[in-house]
C-alpha cells in the first residue's frame, strides 16, 4: 500500500510539473507575440495577447489549487515538499511575465493609435528581447530537465538583459534632449523596455527556483540585489 501511495504522489507530481511547464510554454508565446506586435504595430497580434492573459491566470489558479490539495493529502516529505513550494513562485513569476507580455501589448497599441513614430527601430530593443526570452525558455528546459548548471547559466545571463536596457535607455535620452518631440515616444519604449528587463527578472527567480529543487540550496539572495516592482 505505501509504494502504491508513493506511486500515486509521484504521478501527481508529475502531473504538476507538465502543468507548469505548459503554462511556461503559454507565455513564452505571450512574450514573444507582444514584441512582434510592438515592432510590427500589428493591432490583432496586440489584442490577442490581451485576451490570452484570462489563460494564463486560469493555468496560475489551477496549479495552485492542485497545490494545496497535493500538501493537504499527502503531507510530502522534505524533498518533495520544497519541490512543491519552488512551483508555487515559479507559478508567480510566469503570471507576472504574462502581465508584462499584456503591459508591452497595450502599451504597443496606445503607441500604434498615436500616429507614426519619431523614433526609429533600436537594435539594443531587439537584442534586449531575444535575451530575455531566451532565459525565460532556458530556465523553462532547466526545469524540465532538473539541470543546475543551466540554471545558472540562465542567471549569469540576467547581466547582458541589464546591460542592454542601459544602453536604450542612453540612447532615449539622446533622442529627447534633441527633440522634444519624441518625449512622450521615449517615455513609452523605456516602459516598454523595462518590462521586458523584468521578464529577464522573473526568469532568474525561475532558474533561481530550479537550483533550489535540485540541490536545496536556496540562492535567491546570495549576491545583492536592487529592489524591483513586479
Not at 540550496?217 to 540585489?225: G, L, S
Request: a negative charge.
Amino acid at each position: 500500500m505505501t509504494h502504491h501511495l508513493s506511486r500515486q504522489f509521484d504521478l501527481e507530481l508529475e502531473e504538476i510539473r507538465n502543468r507548469i511547464l505548459e503554462m511556461g510554454a503559454l507565455v513564452e508565446r505571450q512574450v514573444l507575440g507582444a514584441i512582434i506586435a510592438f515592432h510590427t504595430g500589428n493591432l490583432e497580434r496586440m489584442n490577442e495577447v490581451m485576451r490570452n492573459d484570462r489563460e494564463v491566470d486560469a493555468c496560475e489558479v489551477g496549479i495552485d489549487e492542485e497545490c494545496t490539495r497535493l500538501i493537504a493529502r499527502r503531507q510530502p516529505a522534505a524533498g518533495d515538499l520544497r519541490l512543491i513550494l519552488a512551483i508555487l513562485r515559479i507559478v508567480t513569476d510566469l503570471e507576472r511575465i504574462g502581465d508584462k507580455a499584456v503591459q508591452i501589448a497595450n502599451m504597443s497599441r496606445l503607441r500604434r493609435l498615436a500616429g507614426e513614430p519619431r523614433i526609429p527601430r533600436l537594435p539594443d530593443l531587439d537584442q534586449e528581447a531575444q535575451l530575455a526570452t531566451e532565459m525565460l525558455r532556458a530556465a523553462l528546459d532547466a526545469l524540465a530537465r532538473r539541470d543546475v548548471d543551466a540554471a545558472r547559466q540562465v542567471i549569469g545571463a540576467d547581466s547582458a538583459v541589464d546591460q542592454a536596457f542601459n544602453a536604450i535607455l542612453r540612447q532615449l535620452v539622446t533622442y529627447m534632449m534633441e527633440d522634444s518631440r519624441t518625449v512622450s515616444e521615449a517615455l513609452d519604449i523605456i516602459w516598454i523596455a523595462k518590462a521586458i528587463e523584468r521578464v529577464g527578472d522573473h526568469a532568474t527567480n525561475i532558474a533561481e527556483d530550479v537550483v533550489y529543487i535540485v540541490s536545496g540550496i536556496d540562492i535567491r539572495h546570495t549576491v545583492a540585489k536592487p529592489e524591483e516592482g513586479a
